[in-house]
């Protein structure tokens, strides 16, 4: 069983920044590829940024050059920097252990206009 809890969510203003985290425990395999995804409203969830152990990463083509990820494999975290939030970033952010059935509970991101 693998535990991702997420934290940093929150209310920001267009063009505004926030850093989301996610720390995983329990017996997580290694090595291993995390990522992070999002509802918005009236959509699936949909894929938004990955890293794998060594440190690669994807991003979805709506957040290229605007959020970062990262991982500290030490503290089992993975990061997602949000630079340049717009309205439709809105939604709830999950991480996740790529290829798994183990997702977080979400954290809400609200960006205003």
């Known amino acids: 069983q693998v535990q991702l809890v997420e934290s940093g969510g929150g209310l920001v203003q267009a063009g505004g920044s926030l850093r989301l985290s996610c720390v995983a425990s329990g017996t997580i395999p290694r090595p291993n590829t995390m990522a992070w995804y999002r509802r918005t409203p009236g959509k699936e969830r949909d894929f938004v940024a990955l890293i794998t152990s060594g440190g690669s990463t994807k991003y979805a083509d709506s957040v290229k050059g605007r959020f970062t990820i990262s991982r500290d494999n030490a503290k089992n975290t993975v990061s997602l920097q949000m630079n340049s939030l717009k309205p439709e970033d809105t939604g709830v952010y999950y991480c996740?252990?790529?290829?798994?059935?183990?997702w977080g509970q979400g954290t809400q991101v609200t960006v205003s206009s």
């Open positions: 996740t252990l790529w290829g798994s059935s183990f």
